[in-house]
C-alpha cells in the first residue's frame, strides 16, 4: 500500500518531502487540456490524501470541482454543488 501511495505522490508518505510528482503533474497537463475542449473529469482515488492534494491544486488554480468522499454523509451527495 505504500509504495501505491509513493507512485501517486511522495509527500503522502515522505515527511517534509519537497519534490515533484510525475502522477500530479501529469493530472494538471490533463486537466488543463480537458478544460480547454469543454470536457468535464471524474477523478477517483482509492486514498483521500490523494484526493485533498488533488483539490489543493484545484483550488490553487481555480479549477471549479467537486468533492465527494466516504466522510460526504449519503443524504447529503445529492446536493453537492460545485465549488
Known amino acids: 500500500m505504500r509504495l501505491r ?6 509527500s503522502i508518505f515522505i515527511k517534509d518531502y519537497v519534490g515533484g510528482s ?9 486537466i488543463e487540456e480537458s478544460i480547454a475542449q469543454g ?11 490523494v484526493l485533498k ?5 484545484f483550488e490553487k488554480n ?8 466516504g466522510q460526504t454523509k449519503v443524504k447529503d451527495r445529492p446536493e453537492i454543488e460545485e465549488l
Open 62 to 69: 481555480n479549477i471549479e470541482y467537486m468533492y465527494l468522499d
Open 53 to 57: 492534494l488533488i483539490r489543493e491544486r
Open 22 to 30: 510525475a502522477k500530479m503533474l501529469a493530472i494538471d497537463e490533463l
Open 39 to 49: 470536457h468535464r473529469i471524474l477523478l477517483y482515488s482509492q486514498f483521500t490524501s
Open 5 to 10: 501511495q509513493i507512485c501517486c505522490d511522495p
